[in-house]
């Protein structure tokens, strides 16, 4: 199976500042890479797929970027409703893996 | 606007079978893979398998032998049984609408989610 490494696990942040939450996999998955957002009690929203197409609807502060091992989640502003547990996903092969998720914290 | 809604018993007794469907609408299932993923409470998420409406299924190796999906095209549902379950298999279950796109495939629409406890 390929894991999928996040990091960090948790952070907190204030509003209006620039957040980047990286993913990294154990062998490389081109740009089958996907992030969503899970608010709790809530299904995860996706936000990004093949590591940096925008989902529609998704504000445009957010962005993702990388290919290969290595990807990256960056909210360029961020906002008190981004409070949330992120989530990367590859779909390269299954089993498609999670990873263990970054709780996003606002001060 | 797509919509998917699970249902099923929230209680199972241990060693008993979990079954749920989900039902899909505003938009048909046909020409659609459909995921479901399970999130124990407090835990991330699992990824359990998946079904195209022809009845092809791809299941995650770990459950594989446990799990049996099945689509009923013309009720425009999916169903997911997991047999001789423990507390381990205590979770959220969702169903999600697969999609390729942009050199990627991912779930866009997701079913709110539905608690199973497995407890005697």
């Known amino acids: 199976d390929i894991q999928m490494t996040q990091s960090p696990s948790s952070l907190s942040a204030s509003v209006g500042d620039r957040v980047t939450i990286t993913c990294r996999a154990s062998q490389n998955i081109a740009s089958y890479l996907n992030w969503y957002q899970q608010k709790p009690g809530k299904a995860p929203k996706l936000l990004i797929y093949?590591?940096?197409s925008l989902q529609s609807g998704v504000p445009s502060r957010f962005s993702g970027s990388g290919s290969g091992t290595d990807f990256t989640l960056t909210i360029s502003s961020l906002q008190p409703e981004d409070s949330a547990t992120f989530y990367c996903q590859q779909s390269y092969s299954t089993p498609f893996t999670f990873g263990g998720g970054t709780k996003v914290e606002i001060k | 606007q797509v919509q998917l809604q699970e249902s099923g018993p929230g209680l199972v007794k241990p060693s008993e079978t979990l079954s749920l469907t989900c039902t899909v609408s505003?938009?048909?299932?046909?020409?659609?893979?459909w995921s479901w993923i399970r999130q124990p409470p407090g835990n991330g998420l699992e990824w359990i398998g998946y079904i195209y409406d022809s009845g092809t299924t791809i299941y995650n190796p770990s459950l594989k032998s446990r799990v049996t999906m099945s689509v009923d095209t013309s009720m425009n549902q999916v169903s997911l049984k997991l047999s001789s379950v423990t507390a381990a298999d205590t979770a959220v279950y969702y169903c999600a609408r697969r999609i390729y796109g942009s050199g990627s495939y991912y779930n866009d629409f997701w079913g709110q989610g539905t608690l199973v406890t497995v407890s005697s």
């Open positions: 505003g938009g048909s299932i046909s020409g659609y893979y």
């Open positions: 093949g590591a940096s």
